[in-house]
């Protein structure tokens, strides 16, 4: 089935844990200096909590980088999630035309593909489009993304969506892949993210917890 034969309404709509694979593109060192269109350690807390999830859900994570002896290693934080995994490093910068990173996507089965990149416009932009031809249906986790402006930001979403590109924040995904709390197994490691990673909502669930004697 193609991407453009795919719906966007309905409970199909949503995501699912086993449909849904996610490629992390270009979050290193260097991409990350060039970012100003949002606080870095935003991007950095919310692509983190979105590896984690990941995770958490059994969803394929294939980490990717750019001339990595240049651009710097993948951040620590995204690396300690997959530690035994090694970053696929390309010289595109479109990172699908690499073929190593399309057939690492494709090996996994799964059609739901989530993407987050630095920078949004370019790293993030160029696959996610690219990919929508392969008859997948794409989405781009936001605020898990940078760029070196606002406006280049903004550009690259709005390009994206004009193509069928879904965007989304890394705290969407990662509850739609819970999608409802009776599936207890994966409770505690939601509450865990949500308490390293959810601001003030962590904090105040932390607190909630306290006064239940749960915590």
Known sequence: MAANDVTHTGLGALLAPERSVLLL????????AGLHNMDPNLVVNSVTALAKGAKLFDVPTILSTVVEDRG??????LQNVFPGQKPIDRTTINAWEDQRVVDAVAVTGRKDLL?????TDICLAMPAIHALADGYRVYAVTDASGATTAEAHERGVQRMIQA???PMT???????WQRDWARTATV????EIMFEHGGSFGTSLAW???LLGEG
């Open 25 to 32: 593109i270009d979050h290193q060192g260097a991409q990350f």
């Open 72 to 77: 710097g290693h993948l951040i620590r934080q």
């Open 115 to 119: 993407i987050a990149g630095l920078w």
């Open 164 to 166: 069928g590109v879904v």
């Open 170 to 176: 890394a705290g969407t995904v990662i509850s739609e």
């Open 188 to 191: 505690p490691g939601m509450s």
């Open 208 to 210: 909630e917890l306290q």
